[in-house]
């Protein structure tokens, strides 16, 4: 069995974003999505997707509208506003220099330096 | 754009809260059924199922509070306990919370006041468009600025394009206005062709006035009025277009209303009829004659106004070289002209008053603070008393920052309920001083009512407030450590903040003693100016002011109303004698005429100058001025006989010096108007001008014997037998009796007279000395909430001590003792900085000087006693402790 990694702090609104950035999705269904995605390789606290969800609704990054679920519920559906989406670029381009730049440092051999 | 998101969700969920929180309960039970309904798809029991969801999902209280935070509601949450918990404390020591409020409402109230009067009066930009570019031009000289001005100069200004985007001119004045028969003075003014365009005000109703009203020689006269006159005098009557109007014995046809806000450019003093200045340009066409005209011009786009003053600088040198013959008013009035900004109005209410509202405004903020100290001080106190319980609280675990919000919460709240009947209070206060501003310039339109500005400055000073009184004390209470709070008595952590509070009421004394020693500066020179010798007798004297141009007294009807009517008031019961003068004292007016004394060489342009007054028979008499040497006015100068005069004593020893004036010849005027007088009396010197002095060189000559003294105004005086003011009704009933269209302006007693010369005086010293008295107040409970605690922390000592032997008088001394102490250090503080700051006064006393050693001694004296009184009652408690009572509670 793998271990699950931590979310890093400060990642999580970050996934959230990516998650509904391909669809508009409840809450529970973000946490279904996370979860298949990195195939339950990170842990993440269902509860601490509400605060960070009410953090980006404040941020305007995301909206919602109420709809109904699969099993006849309403529940809250949130999705990206345009903010939310050039956010998403930003943090994603910084995301990718910074991996890299990590993973260059992290897989150096000597012969490089 | 992320601000207005936040602000826009927070206050969302801030203002729809229940909503906010029922969403969250919402969508928190749908995830956990969610989950539960998958684990029992994938065969978990439905109970272990809903078990499992809710594990996972975690302690649902922290994720919602986090929720809340996320949103920023917390804040909110927390300001709504602190405000809970405060009105309650507040609640439980309502005696405190009374003074602080009361305290509070009076120092927020007189600043709000005082400010809202400076802003109206001074600092408010007139309703016009673009007032800022908005300049006036003046010319200048050695006696000062003037607004002076003629017909030939304003074209001359008003065709620099290149400066101006417009120029006009305005000629202010009080007029005899007859409606529908009756006669009534009404404020107005003639104004030049762009007037209305260049200040960008329309008519409500009708029209303003067009390029074709000025056309010198316009066959009809055409009138504008404003609306508060519209709806004075026609009651809004919507067919006053048309109407004919007759404004100095000419008729006007009204053709329009202004807006409501106008009022002119005269603050205080609305324009209520306005009329082409081509109707009175011939009479200004004398590029020689330099009238009051006061010119407004727009500085046009990119043009400074140092370099418009400049040009127009160097116009005003040619244009006098050119026209105006030297002389004192050329080298007084003319040497230079300058370009003022005018964007609040030109204000003559201004100038005379905001000197004393600029100092009134320091007194103000004087008092605002030392009611802060005052609150600082017994917050302290208070929060000295409550270290057990601030002790408690940092020991569970509060912030310091949330325990100073806390306390600040609570000085904010009382601050809130301070400043609501604060600004109740200003409102009120600032009309009712309105009220006692005297009527120079015909009915006042001011007033003050809640605008934005306002109660901007009213939610400044506030908070400053709250910062001020609240700060300290919370800064100061968190100091305390939790651990000998908790544990031992409270003694340990108290000597610190006694000493604080000392140096609060200490402080409070000393800024007290420098409001107390400036009201009492002001009342003793408002005495003095009532006890200084004028030369002449204030009581026993009625005033009749006539005002005559405009109505058709002229020439010999004129004459004979002047000649008769004196005779017709004497035979009134009571009247002991009347008479007739063109001016009587401290009326205001001034009437210097050019003179030639014969036999003396001038030795300045100033001695070509001197008062004329004409007066009739037993003027001296009325006025009760003796003759020095010499006859009075009287009975014999009659128009035929030999010109005679009186002169003032400081005219005679002006010119004189030792020898006598009898018999000297005067010459008054010159050219064909000139007539030569011979000096029969000298009179005691008359404060004249103002009771302040200095004696002026004045010549009294037969009313009946002059052909060239001013006759449009005039007044007639009376002797009365009593109290004048039960004269006032029966005179103007008798002199309407024989003359139902003389033009009475005024009937009034002498004194009322000179109490308008003092209006600035007194409201500076009633007003200085409410603010004293408040401050006194406030430093009785400064004194009294500091020893009170004193007192009550020093129980189990004074117990120890009684039960040792000492005897209660000395704890009641020692009690005292202390209260007298913090007055003497505050007061030798006050002392200094009084003798210092003080000075500012100097200009406004009469009779003594800021630093005057009585005064200063007075005012410190009277801070002694109110210490001593205050420290009164906790003395009495001290030495009332029953020592067995005392050391049981230890």
């Known amino acids: 069995v793998t271990k699950a990694t931590e979310v890093l702090q400060g990642t999580l609104d970050l996934l959230i974003l990516k998650a509904i950035s391909l669809g508009p999705l409840h809450g529970y269904g973000i946490l279904l999505r996370l979860q298949q995605i990195t195939r339950d390789a990170l842990q993440i606290h269902q509860g601490s997707l509400y605060p960070a969800l009410y953090r980006l609704e404040h941020q305007g990054l995301v909206t919602f509208e109420w709809g109904e679920s699969d099993n006849k519920r309403q529940a809250k559906y949130y999705k990206l506003t345009t903010a939310g989406r050039r956010r998403l670029r930003e943090e994603t381009e910084y995301w990718n220099r910074l991996s890299a730049a990590i993973g260059a440092v992290l897989n150096a051999v000597p012969e490089d330096v | 754009m992320k601000l207005a998101a936040m602000t826009w969700s927070f206050l969302r969920a801030a203002l729809r809260r229940s909503q906010m929180e029922r969403e969250m309960d919402d969508e928190m039970q749908f995830h956990l059924e969610a989950r539960a309904a998958d684990l029992r798809a994938r065969g978990v029991p439905p109970a272990e199922a809903e078990r499992r969801a809710r594990e996972e999902f975690g302690d649902m209280i ?52 005082i400010f809202s009067l400076l802003d109206v009066l001074v600092m408010k930009p007139l309703p016009v468009r673009e007032p800022r570019t908005l300049v006036q031009i003046m010319t200048a000289g050695e006696d000062g600025r003037i607004e002076a001005a003629n017909y030939p100069w304003c074209q001359e200004l008003a065709a620099r394009t290149d400066l101006f985007s417009d120029l006009f001119a305005v000629r202010q004045n009080v007029f005899k206005v007859q409606i529908a028969g009756r006669v009534e003075p009404v404020a107005g003014q003639f104004v030049t062709e762009s007037y209305f365009q260049a200040l960008d005000v329309r008519a409500v109703h009708g029209r303003t006035l067009m390029p074709d009203d000025h056309r010198e020689g316009a066959s009809s006269r055409v009138a504008v009025i404003s609306y508060g006159f519209w709806q004075r005098r026609f009651g809004g009557d919507l067919n006053v277009l048309g109407t004919s109007i007759v404004v100095d014995r000419h008729p006007y ?44 011009a727009r500085l046009k786009a990119g043009v400074e106004r140092e370099r418009a003053a400049a040009e127009v600088d160097a ?43 600029r100092l009134l405004m320091a007194a103000v903020g004087l008092l605002l603070l030392i009611a802060c100290v005052n609150l600082a001080g017994l917050l302290v106190a208070r929060n000295t008393a409550r270290h057990r319980e601030l002790g408690i609280r940092l020991a569970l675990g509060a912030g310091r920052g949330r325990i100073v919000r806390q306390l600040l919460t609570e000085s904010a709240l009382l601050s809130i309920l301070g400043t609501v009947p604060g600004v109740i209070f200003a409102l009120w206060g600032s009309n009712l001083l309105i009220a006692f501003v005297p009527e120079y310039y015909g009915p006042l339109t001011l007033s003050v009512t809640a605008d934005t500005r306002l109660l901007g400055f009213t939610i400044l000073v506030a908070s400053i407030t709250v910062l001020l009184f609240g700060g300290i004390p919370a800064y100061q209470a968190t100091r305390v450590a939790a651990a000998p709070a908790l544990s031992g008595g409270p003694r340990h952590v108290t000597t610190l903040r006694i000493g604080l509070g000392r140096t609060l009421v200490a402080a409070q004394f000393a800024l007290s003693l420098v409001l107390v020693t400036g009201a009492l500066l002001l009342v003793r020179s408002m005495m003095n100016l009532a006890r200084v010798d004028a030369g002449f007798e204030r009581d026993g004297v009625l005033i009749v002011q006539i005002d005559a141009p405009g109505s058709d007294y002229e020439g010999e009807k004129m004459r004979q109303f002047q000649r008769e009517m ?28 050019r003179i030639a004394v014969r036999g003396v060489v001038p030795r300045g342009d100033e001695d070509v100058v001197a008062q004329v007054n004409g007066v009739g028979p037993s003027y001296f008499a009325v006025f009760g001025i003796p003759m020095v040497e010499g006859r009075p006015i009287d009975e014999r100068d009659t128009a035929n006989a030999p010109s005679a005069a009186v002169v003032s004593e400081t005219f005679a020893r002006h ?11 005067v010459t008054i005027g010159r050219g064909e108007s000139a007539r030569t007088v011979q000096i029969v009396g000298v009179a005691k010197e008359v404060r004249f001008r103002s009771l302040r002095g200095p004696g002026r060189r004045v010549i009294y000559v037969s009313q009946f014997q002059e052909r060239e003294v001013q006759q449009e105004y005039f007044e007639f005086a009376l002797r009365t037998a009593g109290d004048p003011a039960n004269w006032v009704a029966m005179a103007r009933a008798e002199i309407l009796r024989l003359r139902p269209d003389a033009p009475v302006l005024q009937v009034l007693t002498l004194r009322n007279q000179i109490n308008k010369t003092l209006t600035r005086e007194w409201l500076l ?3 200085g000395t409410f603010f004293a008295v408040v401050a006194l107040a406030l430093a009785a409970i400064g004194v009294y909430g500091l020893l009170a605690y004193v007192v009550a922390r020093r129980v189990p000592e004074i117990g120890v001590r009684l039960a ?30 009084a003798a210092a700051t003080l000075r500012v006064l100097n200009s406004l006393l009469f009779g003594l000087s800021a630093t005057d050693g009585v005064t200063l001694l007075g005012a410190a004296a009277l801070l002694t006693i109110v210490g001593l009184i205050a420290g009164f009652i906790p003395a009495r408690r001290a030495a009332a402790v029953d020592p067995l009572v005392a050391i049981r509670c230890e």
């Open chain 2, 253 to 296: 046809t009204i053709v329009g209303v202004t807006a409501p806000e106008f009022f002119g450019l005269q603050v205080g003093w609305t324009m209520d009829v306005t009329m082409p200045f081509a109707v009175i340009a011939a009479r200004h066409n004398d590029p020689g004659n330099w009238s009051t005209i006061p010119i407004v």
């Open chain 2, 62 to 113: 922290r994720w919602k509070e986090a929720g809340r935070e996320s949103r920023g509601l917390r804040l909110v949450d927390e300001l709504r306990a602190d405000l809970r918990y405060a009105a309650r404390t507040l609640r439980r020591s309502p005696g405190f919370t009374l003074a602080a409020v009361a305290s509070l409402a009076l120092g927020i109230g007189a600043n709000a006041a």
């Open chain 2, 655 to 665: 010119y004189f010096g030792a020898s006598s004036a009898l018999g000297r010849e």
């Open chain 2, 315 to 357: 116009m005003l040198k040619r244009f006098v070289a050119d026209h105006v013959e030297s002389g004192r008013f050329r080298r007084n009035y003319l040497q230079r002209a300058e370009v003022q900004p005018v964007s609040n109005g030109f204000g003559a209410l201004r100038d005379e008053f905001s000197p004393s509202l």
């Open chain 2, 804 to 833: 040792l032997g000492a005897q209660p008088r000395m704890m009641w001394w020692m009690t005292l003792r202390e209260s007298l102490a913090l007055a003497a250090v505050g007061t030798g503080v006050g002392l200094a900085i």
């Open chain 2, 765 to 767: 010293a009633s007003l």
């Open chain 2, 566 to 593: 004196p005779a017709r008031l004497a035979a009134l019961p009571g009247v002991v004698h009347a008479t007739v003068a063109t001016t009587t004292p401290l009326n205001g007016n001034e009437n210097g005429r």
